[in-house]
């Protein structure tokens, strides 16, 4: 996907957050840690740094929801980040993005920490992240 296909698809997606744009995708893309994983109708970027992946964004595209897709692209990263030597992946959350959260406890993620009021609401107001990890096995 290019950053302006990722840019629109995650403006369809995101609904706790402002978007990222097209040159905040094509910035990340560009440094030589980050990590794009695609499935049809969604993709997960991150990076990995050492044995460590740090999941950025991750969009599935809400016509598709609930299919599986954001499922399938979190899995997929895993194994990409797994063979790019990452032996765990950790990620932040808007704590009220519940469907997000549910996402990743599913998929074997465990709260590890909070940041109070780190994000910014639309109204003003701020909402806490959520930091979430999970040990990545090879296999």
């Excluded at 499935?39 to 599986?68: N, T």
Aim: aromatic fraction near 8%; include cysteine; charged fraction near 25%.
């Amino acid at each position: 996907m290019s950053p302006a296909e990722l840019s629109a698809l995650a403006a369809r997606a995101y609904r706790h957050m402002q978007p990222w744009s097209e040159a905040d995708f094509a910035a990340t893309l560009d440094h030589p840690t980050a990590l794009l994983t695609t499935v049809d109708g969604a993709f997960v970027l991150g990076r990995v740094i050492a044995d460590e992946a740090e999941i950025l964004a991750l969009a599935s595209d809400p016509d598709g929801q609930r299919q599986g897709r954001g499922r399938a692209a979190l899995a997929a990263f895993e194994q990409d980040a797994i063979g790019r030597g990452a032996v765990s992946v950790f990620l932040e959350v808007a704590a009220e993005n519940a469907p997000a959260r549910g996402l990743y406890v599913v998929c074997g993620y465990v709260e590890s920490g909070r940041r109070k009021g780190y994000y910014r609401r639309a109204d003003g107001s701020r909402d806490d992240a959520l930091l979430m990890t999970k040990a990545l096995t090879r296999g």
